[in-house]
């Protein structure tokens, strides 16, 4: 792996900044391996945590139920075409929503927990009379206990339909109740029967069991702050297991056992949002489907199908977040993601893609050090200001990963062109990107018709004058702070 070593320091230097308590394990097909437990297995105590602990995970995590699904579609016991109702033909709306809906996440089901029981809970005033610790912890628990498919069914029969289907994502938890019904009578057996049967067993997964017996300690987190210490519920879904074993059974994911290859494409075929069966797409990391995390553990597992990479946490805290001075969402997750693709992510197939509801959230992604921002405003202030003038922006795409940004000034009626704004994210920076990202907006501008085009830049920056004058640009006015810089095609 390269960087290797660069790479390890990162996480752990991560994993102190947050303070997690997780282990964690990664390993690809050439040889690199890594293991390391941070934090407590039970904080109060300052118990350390061990990569020896059990971590209490759920079988209606929907990565499972999709291992379960393809496996019994590959039996010949399921079409993802199938209707609900041949499965369950009670449900009044069955013959609207196929089983590939509820893969997908787009089924338009209410959803059982937010939308029926949450909305009562709030309207009970002994719930809400609660502290916000006492109503956590009580959420906690109902949302975690065991609910009959037929209580979730009679929630949710008599209500129409959110969207409909295959129309609109929605996350709805009714559909991984209705997965693992549908799982449970094709097959004879529950989603935990089927996957120590099919999945775990194969595997050797011999420290992996129903029930709940960890030794990591749970705790939850409120408002992204407070950890509350929650107790240790063992619904029937539930089962404990090890870094080692679900280090097996990450691997084997890597290398894309237990599925034909034809089943593995299907599994793996993104939609516009990156989406797949079970995993979602980031950069060139496949991240299996944890959700709902309703035991609370936030447990992660990353694939690099190409080197083989399995990455995985276990965690007993559920994760924090925080806003960083750019406004944009952090946790140790996205660090813990983000360190490994800035080992990988030099010129291969660089990209340029104009800004769309597509990858606006990659552009937005791009950050910069202080010291950059003493030249140049923060990228999302400089897309709403090119965004607000109707002028394109571009972001430079390789890898999957968003590594720079250009906004250009396209007014042909007025014989202007302009490079308005261009920034590298910093943690790309030193690897050739500025000079490809500029090249690549004189080439757009180019065939927008301009014969003359400008860049200004800080007077203090002197990197980035290098890099406009060796493009051919040349020095136009010169301010106290400032230089435009023209060049004519």
Not at 314 to 319: G, I
């Amino acid at each position: 792996m390269k960087d290797a070593d660069k790479f390890i320091a990162k996480i752990e230097e991560k994993a102190k900044e947050w303070d997690i308590s997780a282990v964690v394990a990664l390993e690809d097909r050439e040889g690199f391996r890594y293991e390391n437990a941070f934090g407590y297995a039970n904080r109060a105590a300052k118990h350390p945590l061990t990569q020896n602990d059990r971590f209490c995970l759920d079988a209606e995590s929907c990565i499972f139920l999709v291992l379960c699904v393809m496996r019994l579609m590959e039996e010949g016991k399921l079409r993802l075409s199938d209707k609900v109702s041949r499965f369950i033909p009670e449900y009044r709306l069955g013959d609207r929503i196929t089983v590939r809906n509820i893969l997908k996440w787009d089924t338009g089901l209410p959803d059982y927990w937010c939308s029926v029981r949450m909305t009562r809970l709030q309207k009970d005033p002994a719930h809400t009379a609660l502290t916000d610790q006492e109503r956590f912890t009580r959420e906690y628990e109902l949302h975690a206990a065991d609910v009959p498919f037929a209580e979730v069914l009679k929630d949710i029969n008599d209500l129409d339909l959110t969207h409909e289907p295959g129309k609109e994502d929605d996350g709805s938890e009714t559909g991984v109740k209705f997965l693992s019904e549908i799982i449970r009578r094709a097959s004879g057996m529950t989603a935990p029967e089927y996957l120590f049967q099919y999945f775990f067993t194969p595997l050797d997964m011999a420290d992996t069991r129903p029930g709940n017996d960890a030794t990591a300690a749970l705790s939850g987190v409120l408002r992204d702050e407070e950890l509350i210490s929650l107790p240790a519920l063992s619904p029937e879904t539930a089962f404990t297991t090890t870094l080692a074993d679900m280090h097996k059974l990450a691997r084997a994911l890597a290398e894309k056992q237990f599925f034909s290859e034809k089943t593995w494409v299907l599994m793996l075929k993104c939609n516009w949002r990156e989406n797949t069966f079970g995993f979602s797409k980031q950069g060139s990391l496949f991240m299996a489907d944890t959700y709902p995390t309703k035991l609370r553990n936030n447990w992660r597992l990353y694939l690099d199908f190409d080197s083989g990479l399995s990455m995985l946490t276990l965690n007993n805290e559920e994760m924090r977040m925080k806003l960083d001075q750019n406004s944009r969402w952090r946790s140790f997750d996205g660090d813990f993601r983000r360190a490994w693709l800035d080992t990988k992510v030099y010129p291969d197939k660089p990209e340029m893609q104009k800004v769309s509801d597509k990858n606006v959230w990659d552009a937005m992604s791009i950050e910069l050090l202080p010291k950059q921002l003493d030249f140049v405003p923060e990228c999302t202030r400089c897309m709403a200001a090119m965004l607000a003038q109707r002028q394109p922006v571009y972001v430079l795409m390789d890898h999957g990963v968003a590594v720079g940004m250009a906004g250009l000034t396209v007014k042909p009626k007025k014989n202007k062109f302009a490079v308005s704004y261009l920034q590298v994210d910093y943690r790309y920076q030193h690897r050739g990107y500025g000079r490809i990202l500029l090249t690549k907006a004189i080439d757009i501008l180019k065939k927008k018709g301009a014969k003359k085009l400008e860049i200004g830049v800080n007077r203090f920056n002197l990197p980035a004058q290098r890099l406009y004058r060796s493009v051919g640009f040349q020095d136009k006015e010169i301010y106290d702070e400032f230089i435009e810089l023209e060049m004519t095609l």
